[in-house]
């Protein structure tokens, strides 16, 4: 079946320019998760939607950054002004339901790159 | 300081070698993800467990909830193993912090 999947697979931008991540969860999966790797670097969680429920946004690294999950579905991850410190790899995942019980699966990521 | 801590951070083997990946976390209290990542970028989950051992294949995963350690087994490993795998908290609010991750590779 279809798994996660992110777009666009690869973005480079001019520094000061905002920019628009998707991430189209697996059907049925209510938690959604946003991560980023910057190069060299671990993983970080951003931001996790479940449902309906107001969104976990407590790891936004700035305001520049905001997302919003439309018909509990569909997930778009805004950057805002890019500097270049925002270049990384933003990964999606998605589980059936919120808890430490449920398997994140995620998308192949979109590499973000600001000149 | 990361909560979540991975040893080795590099490991070489031979192939056919048993391999062992340490985590030591310090805020979940009930279970662990381990993670794999290829070259290409992509993760995929290996294991989400709480207590015991889990087995999949040649990948064998133990936890002790206690000492909140977890240790990610490979016995006759493959060159395919070649990856970096990442054990994650999940804390307490589903929030997932990572370790920094093993980057292992096994030569023919």
């Known amino acids: 079946g279809a798994g996660v999947s992110q777009s666009p697979s690869n973005k480079v931008t001019e520094k000061g320019k905002d920019v628009e991540l998707r991430c189209d969860p697996i059907?049925?999966?209510?938690?959604l998760y946003w991560y980023r790797q910057s190069l060299g670097q671990g993983l970080e969680f951003l931001i996790y939607?479940?449902?309906?429920?107001?969104?976990?946004k407590s790891g936004l690294p700035s305001d520049r950054f905001s997302a919003e999950r439309t018909g509990g579905s569909v997930s778009t991850l805004t950057i805002q002004r890019t500097q270049q410190e925002d270049s990384a790899v933003y990964l999606c995942?998605?589980?059936?339901?919120?808890?430490?019980?449920?398997?994140?699966?995620f998308g192949p990521g979109t590499r973000l790159t600001v000149t | 300081k990361n909560e979540v801590e991975q040893s080795p951070q590099n490991l070489t083997a031979q192939e056919g070698e048993f391999i062992t990946i340490n985590c030591s976390y310090s805020v979940g209290i009930s279970a662990l993800h381990w993670l794999q990542q290829h070259p290409g970028g992509g993760i995929v989950s290996l294991f989400m467990l709480s207590s015991g051992k889990k087995k999949h294949g040649r990948l064998i995963a133990t936890i002790n909830i206690q000492e909140k350690h977890s240790s990610l087994h490979i016995t006759a490993s493959h060159p395919r193993d070649s990856a970096v795998y990442i054990c994650?908290?999940?804390?307490?609010?589903?929030?997932?912090?990572f370790g920094t991750g093993t980057r292992l590779q096994v030569f023919p």
């Open positions: 939607f479940q449902g309906n429920s107001a969104p976990d």
């Open positions: 059907s049925g999966h209510t938690a």
């Open positions: 995942a998605s589980s059936l339901a919120r808890g430490m019980s449920y398997e994140q699966y």
């Open positions: 994650a908290d999940p804390t307490n609010t589903d929030k997932l912090i």
